[in-house]
């Protein structure tokens, strides 16, 4: 496991830094403020305001810290909907590191987050009556995923220049595989070459404003 920091962004909220590839999990200007920016307010909200779903399936690349899933559950429990959430990671993090992270208390969600960490890999959890989960311990490149299987993909790997494998066209193109007519694509990265892949593989690529700190983000259409 490559050594890992703990750090305070912007907006008060915790990061993690990994020293073995010089980046951070998330934006040091907000952690908290972008992942609501990015994957709830961008991706999920956006879908449910062009859709009648009432079942809502969520494909993410990089569990990572669960920040974007303790997110999701919080939105979730305004909305009377049901929730499928499938996570893949790679490299979980150890307890005493997560364990360590303010988010938890920070959102009021302790039990939630504990819970997403502690939770055994590779079963369906229902988290909330409403709520499926379901981790997998594993890489993008050795995954099968279903065609047209989900609604909402929250692309939160490490930047391309960091892990550029997982950027490549094959893994945009599984990815955008299993996404269902309509669905929605969303990521921090606005990289030229990104975009150009999305709208080879089909999709209806958006460049829109990012969070704090950072200008532009992609959001693709299929």
């Known amino acids: 496991m490559p050594s ?4 305070t962004t912007s907006d008060g909220s915790h990061s993690l830094f990994n020293e073995e590839l010089n980046e951070t999990y998330h934006s040091v200007h907000g952690a908290i403020q972008e992942s609501l920016h990015v994957f709830i307010q961008s991706g999920l909200s956006y879908f449910l305001e062009k859709s009648d779903a009432k079942n809502i399936s969520i494909l993410e690349i990089g569990f990572g810290t669960g920040l974007n899933t303790l997110l999701t559950i919080q939105a979730a429990q305004l909305l009377p909907l049901s929730f499928q959430y499938k996570t893949l990671e790679a490299f979980p993090l150890q307890e005493e590191v997560w364990s360590q992270l303010n988010y938890a208390e920070t959102l009021g969600m302790k039990s939630q987050f504990d819970s997403l960490h502690r939770l055994s890999w590779e079963e369906r959890h229902t988290i909330l009556p409403y709520f499926e989960f379901q981790k997998h311990h594993i890489k993008l490149q050795d995954v099968e995923l279903p065609s047209s299987s989900c609604d909402v993909v929250f ?14 066209i ?27 892949d999305l709208k080879n593989l089909g999709l209806v690529v958006e460049t829109i404003p990012g969070p704090p700190g950072k200008k532009e983000m992609v959001r693709a259409l299929k």
Do not use: H
């Open 4 to 7: 890992i920091k703990i750090i």
């Open 155 to 168: 692309f939160d790997a490490f930047a391309p220049s960091k892990q550029p494998e997982l950027w490549e």
């Open 170 to 196: 094959d893994m945009l193109r599984k990815v955008a595989n299993a996404l269902r007519p309509g669905g929605v694509f969303v990521t921090y990265c606005a990289k030229g070459q990104l975009k150009r």
